[in-house]
């Protein structure tokens, strides 16, 4: 078992490659306050994967740490209304998440199977994973459909570079322009908000 685990942390990253792997030729969308945003069609999908990256001036311990309190990180991230963790079993739990949409979107949730592996350099990748059917749907809720994609934490010196990739069915229907316009501000406002909450002394 523990072999295992070892062979799994270090081939661990290539493989939660793998899902995202339809998502190519990304082109950068926006580059601001240290954080870049690149987005990519993924083949089969109305909608763009998203990938952010930005450099965090705080230990990948803190980062970590903000990562890991479930009902305090809605603070940071973009549009969570609530969320809350549902089950911990080891390096895996499951999440559940509500989040507020502009009119006339009606909200969405979704519930997120996150496992973290940590490599011998010190970096952590946590794979996202949604699976929808977890738990029953909530009224006033459409249930997001899918979704594929990963944190990484990195150490640098300075502080912890964090990539943030996803690539989400959102189940219903969406304007495009509420699409085209989510997966910018996602992963920016997400990173944004984390960034600031880490440096915070």
């Known amino acids: 078992m523990g072999s295992f685990k070892q062979i799994a942390v270090v081939f661990g990253l290539s493989a939660l490659l793998v899902p995202l792997a339809h998502a190519e030729n990304w082109k950068v969308a926006k580059d601001e306050d240290g954080i870049k945003v690149s987005l990519s069609d993924v083949a089969g999908s109305d909608y763009k994967a998203y990938r952010g990256v930005t450099l965090i001036k705080a230990p990948l311990a803190k980062v970590k740490a903000l990562q890991e309190d479930v009902v305090g990180a809605c603070t940071w991230i973009h549009e969570c209304k609530s969320q809350k963790l549902l089950k911990s079993e080891g390096d895996q739990s499951w999440t559940y998440t509500q989040f507020n949409t502009p009119?006339?979107?009606?909200a969405r949730d979704s519930v997120l199977h996150v496992t973290t592996t940590q490599a011998a350099d010190g970096s952590l990748t946590r794979k996202l994973e949604g699976v929808p059917t977890y738990l029953p749907e909530e009224k006033g809720f459409v249930r997001v459909a899918?979704?594929?994609?990963?944190?990484?934490l990195v150490p640098k010196d300075g502080g912890t570079e964090v990539t943030y990739q996803v690539h989400t069915e959102p189940g219903g229907s969406v304007p495009s322009m509420v699409a085209n316009k989510f997966v910018v501000d996602a992963p920016f406002n997400t990173l944004k908000a984390l960034k600031a909450k880490a440096e915070k002394p």
């Open 103 to 106: 009119w006339p979107v009606t």
């Open 146 to 152: 899918k979704v594929e994609g990963f944190w990484t």
